[in-house]
């Protein structure tokens, strides 16, 4: 898979309308919104090009305006699962903005995608200059996290798996 292979459109903005049906956008003031469309860009991508790659460090958030991208992520035997199909009006990598962590999976493109990037540096202006805005924008992510956190927890019952890894902080780094 080829990795890296986008063009970054001149001044093509994200519809304001669009990005506030996004739920991680959703309440933020339409001048907010303004300003992360001028401080975004939008980006067409080919079909089988990688987006991000499982480990590296994020940067940006992503959010799908046309095509589909497919989410993958290596199990513990080395295989590679597909987690999701992304499709217009899902986003990516708003995650990282939460856990400062590297990237937990591939994304690459199905189909030709126009995707809106914003990165993560634009998004902590907003926390230097918006505090309140700010905090409401990380519990719109908060949200989204746990709504997906709530589907993973009923597919995995559904499929009569113990998630104990989930729940337990066994092993992990402690808290300072």
Known sequence: MATRVWSVVGREDVDREFLARIPIFAGLP??????FIQA?????????SQLIGEGE?????????EGELEIRK????????RLAVLRAGDCV???SLIDIQPRSATVSTLTPARLFRLDHSEIGKLHRSHAEVYTFLVMNIAREISRRLRRA???????GVVSQEMWSSEGEESWP
């Open 30 to 35: 339409p001048e907010l919104l303004d300003r």
């Open 40 to 48: 975004g860009s939008v980006m067409h991508v080919p079909a089988g």
């Open 57 to 65: 460090p994020a940067k940006s958030v992503f959010v799908v305006c």
């Open 74 to 81: 290596r199990g513990a035997n080395g295989s590679d699962i």
């Open 93 to 95: 990598g708003e995650m």
């Open 153 to 159: 927890d009923q597919v995995l019952a559904n499929l």
